[in-house]
């Protein structure tokens, strides 16, 4: 187990917040630290490279293209301060998206397999539900539309949130994953009763 190297986390945590302070399509930086707190929580009792993982973390929505186009945010600071962990967190950054996944490619390291859980974790349950409808707001989607196959907020969960349950790397986190996504069926439920005015 490699320990995590505090001081480079802190500058890392106040090199996002300078990028991410004002984001509001759920990428901010709560859901940075969110996705860090959960990948700590998924490591726990493994042998890995502890400081590796938080920097995927705390890193991995810099350069996303919902964010900022070709920037090379991640990079920089990894090259500046830590360039001996460049190369093992740019592949887990650049490999773990859902547009990635289905793209093919695939995390390789078990630092990058917990990481991508926990980016996916929250994707799901009450905060996922927050997050795409925020999302959609922002990208001017509707609610819904009466479909669950256009480019509503609720289409979303059929077309990506419910398929991310299967796509769990790890025990625990596909633990999380269904109950988090058996709440979102409950909501999707309510909100059909109540869009039929029941
Ligand atoms: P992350 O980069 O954190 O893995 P994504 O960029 O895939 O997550 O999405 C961030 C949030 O935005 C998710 O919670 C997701 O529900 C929502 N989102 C992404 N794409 C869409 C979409 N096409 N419609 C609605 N919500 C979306
Ligand atoms: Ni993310």
Not at 118 to 135: K, P
Request: with cysteine.
């Amino acid at each position: 187990m490699v320990e995590m190297d505090k001081a480079l986390l802190a500058k890392a945590r106040e090199y996002v917040q300078g990028f991410l302070e004002k984001e509001a399509t759920g990428h901010d930086v709560f859901h940075t630290e969110r996705v860090l707190a959960m990948s700590i929580k998924l490591a726990e009792g493994m042998d890995l490279d502890l400081t590796a993982l938080a920097l995927a973390a705390l890193l991995h929505d810099l350069d996303d293209y919902k964010i900022s186009l070709g920037t090379q945010r991640a990079r920089s600071f990894l090259d500046r301060y830590c360039p001996d962990k460049t190369e093992m967190v740019m592949e887990i950054i650049e490999n773990m998206s859902f547009s990635s996944h289905t793209k093919g490619k695939a995390v390789i390291s078990i630092e990058g397999k917990i990481v991508q859980d926990a980016d996916r974790l929250d994707a799901l349950g009450a905060i996922g539900i927050a997050r795409c409808f925020a999302y959609s707001g922002k990208t001017d989607r509707q609610l819904y539309k009466g479909e669950t196959d256009d480019d509503s907020a609720i289409a979303h969960f059929y077309q990506k949130l419910l398929k991310l349950e299967a796509l769990m790397n790890t025990d625990k986190a596909k633990m999380i994953a269904h109950e988090r996504s058996e709440y979102m069926k409950e909501y999707l439920a309510r909100f059909y009763q109540e869009w039929k005015g029941e």
